[in-house]
T-cell receptor, first 112, second 112 residues
């Protein structure tokens, strides 16, 4: 049974470039969450979807960040333009309603 | 925003000893969850305790919840080297909006 799949696992890019992170949730899960993890701020919820609809994007730091979920099996988190302070590990998680979340192994993003 | 806060931030113990981590939170909750994160990996759900429960066991894990003190503890008995990881508590509010808020975690190191 495949877990949550994130790609790429590592991304290194220069400041100003567009970055797209991808997530495939567990089949059948109806909630999807994007988190950012840093040493300073810990694990922050950026946005989450229920049944492909964005419910709460209050954690999205700036307009440079956007997330989409075009269907139940795919979501993207885009940063445009990227800045060095966006460097972090980005996690995607999925869940059934009222059930614990299942996390992917994250994308380690470095913006030079 | 509401957030669990783990204590201690870091803990080193000898293999075979018991490890206790604590979590405090600020407002009323629907449930509290504990997750483990191994280095370079995503978070893995360990155990969920509901607001009307006081204690729960799962293998070598024992979780307690005191809603009057707004606190929880995670006890790992007979620790093993493989228990070396970061441990996070997460709280779901009474809104039941599928959102959970994570603390900054306790880094546990089991010494051989």
């Amino acid at each position: 049974d495949a877990g949550v799949i994130q790609s790429p696992r590592h991304e290194v890019t220069e400041m100003g470039q567009e970055v797209t992170l991808r997530c495939k949730p567990i089949s059948g899960h109806n909630s999807l969450f994007w988190y950012r993890q840093t040493m300073m701020r810990g694990l922050e919820l950026l946005i989450y979807f229920n049944n492909n609809v964005p419910i709460d994007d209050s954690g999205m730091p700036e307009d440079r960040f956007s997330a989409k979920m075009p269907n139940a099996s795919f979501s993207t988190l885009k940063i445009q333009p990227s800045e060095p302070r966006d460097s972090a590990v980005y996690f995607c998680a999925s869940a059934l309603r009222d059930q614990p979340q299942h996390f992917g192994d994250g994308t380690r993003l470095s913006i030079l | 925003s509401q957030q669990g806060e783990e204590d201690p931030q870091a803990l080193s113990i000898q293999e075979g000893e018991n490890a206790t981590m604590n979590c405090s939170y600020k407002t009323s909750i629907n449930n509290l969850q504990w997750y483990r994160q191994n280095s370079g990996r995503g978070l893995v759900h360990l155990i969920l305790i509901r607001s009307n429960e006081r204690e729960k066991h799962s293998g070598r894990l024992r979780v307690t919840l005191d809603t009057s003190k707004k606190s929880s503890s995670l006890l790992i008995t007979a620790s093993r080297a493989a228990d070396t990881a970061s441990y996070f508590c997460a709280t779901e509010t009474l809104n039941r909006d599928d959102k959970i808020i994570f603390g900054k975690g306790t880094r546990l190191h089991i010494l051989p």
